[in-house]
């Protein structure tokens, strides 16, 4: 039998369960246009990971390192 295929589009309870958001905080957000990057398939709102992660980074609010992606590929210095 074949693994199921992962998605990288999460519902908007995935999405807010990976944000570590209540949903109806997620989609209140949505709809005051605050929130991640959202789309729409066959009529169900879906969320990229990618868009989340990119939201999130824009909402950094720390003084400290913080983790990075980019940094850690980075091979020059």
């Not at 309870?13 to 949903?23: D, G, T």
């Not at 969320?47 to 091979?75: A, F, M, Q, V």
Request: aromatic share 10%; glycine share 10%; net charge negative.
């Amino acid at each position: 039998m074949s693994q199921p295929l992962e998605s990288p589009y999460l519902t908007a309870a995935e999405a807010a369960k990976y944000l570590r958001l209540e949903e109806r905080t997620l989609n209140n957000m949505r709809w005051r246009e605050e929130g991640p990057h959202w789309r729409k398939h066959g009529g169900k709102v879906i969320y990229h990971i990618k868009d989340l992660e990119g939201w999130s980074r824009g909402r950094d609010c720390g003084h400290g390192p913080s983790y990075d992606e980019d940094k850690d590929n980075d091979t020059g210095a």
